[in-house]
Structures are given as C-alpha cells and as structure tokens.
C-alpha cells in the first residue's frame, strides 16, 4: 500500500524557541514534514509563492507585516491555502479578525502539543480547527463592534496613560472633541470610564500592551 504524502508545513514566528519547539512537536510525526520557516510576514508570503506549503503555522504578531495582514495576502492570492493561526492573543477581536481574513483555525500559544497536531490533520483535511472554548465564544457575539481609526489611537493612548490634555495635544482637538470621543468609546465598549475602557479593550483585543 502507499504511503499517504507527508502533510508539508511552513511556520511563521519570530521567536526562535517558538519555531524550535513546533519544530521538535512536528519532526517527531511520520505524517508531517517541515519545508520552510519564517520570522516576518513579508518574508512568510514570498515563501509561500515558492513552497506552497500545505498548511501554514502563523503568529499573529510578527514585525512589518502582521500575520494578519500576512494571512489575508495568502489568501487572497491563494484561496486554497490552509493557515492556523497560533497565537498569544486570546481576544474575542483578534480571533474574529484571523478567521475574517481567511485563517482556518486559531489556537493559543499555551496548548499541548498533541492540540497542536490535531488542529494541523483537521485544518489539512479541509477543516476549520478552534478549541470549543472559543467556538462557543464566538457564536455567543452579539454585534461586534466597530471602532474608527480615530478610537483606535485615542485606545492607545488611554493605554499609555494619556490625560485629556495630552490627548487634545496630540490630536490636534479641543478637550471638549476627546471627551465626545471618550464618550462615544465608552458606549461602543460598555463601558462608563478610562480604566474599564483599556480593560474591556485588551479583553476584545482591540488593544494590546507590552
């Protein structure tokens, strides 16, 4: 009988130990074989037009191009291409957004190796892989919301511990425009002040901090 063609794999991370040990995880299956690796986004595309891997390991944060932005250009050129996303981010936003932009499954960084494997033969079947968990939080979602890029920066900021004053200095506004604009972020978010606001937003995964 045949043996089955190894399921061929490209990962994208741009931390070393991340790739060494998906790496130790991967080389130990028959079924599975490494042919590329890559530590920013725009390097993980290129290779891709060359390797056509058959499924690809994608960190979401990743310097230059994102692997959002990464995953999303795959895609678009190849729409059969199997990305799953891994990832440190567990927002309700950023997983939306992975699967929005093409990804057919999402896992944190924090599972056991044999989820990993599994999400690979799932997500190489044709598939989409996300731990149940997640699955029931994202049929939970009511409306999601939509922040403007103008909410975004004013997000960061509040993160970075911005009074009204600074804010209105960098944007160029008035106090009395960033207030407007706190209060329309806190209706979008539910929330009723600054601190709530930099917490509901690291939850969704509209804002992250180092």
Known sequence: MTQPAAITLMIVDDH???RIGMKAVIQGQEDMT?????KDGHTAVQMYRTLHP?????????????GLQATAAIVSEFPQARLLIISNYDGDEDISQA???GAAGYLFKSIMEDELLDAIREVHAGRRYLPRNVSVRLRERT??????????DI??????GFTNKELAHVLG??????KTHLKNLFRKLNVSDRAEAVREAIHRGFLHLD
């Open 54 to 66: 058959d499924v690809v390991l994608m960190d979401l944060r990743l310097p230059g191009k994102t």
């Open 99 to 101: 699967m929005a932009a």
């Open 16 to 18: 070393p130990l991340m």
């Open 143 to 152: 409306e999601p919301v939509r922040l403007t890029q103008r909410e975004n």
């Open 155 to 160: 997000l960061s900021m509040l993160g970075k």
């Open 34 to 38: 490494i042919v590329g690796e890559a």
């Open 173 to 178: 506004v008035s106090t009395d425009t960033v």
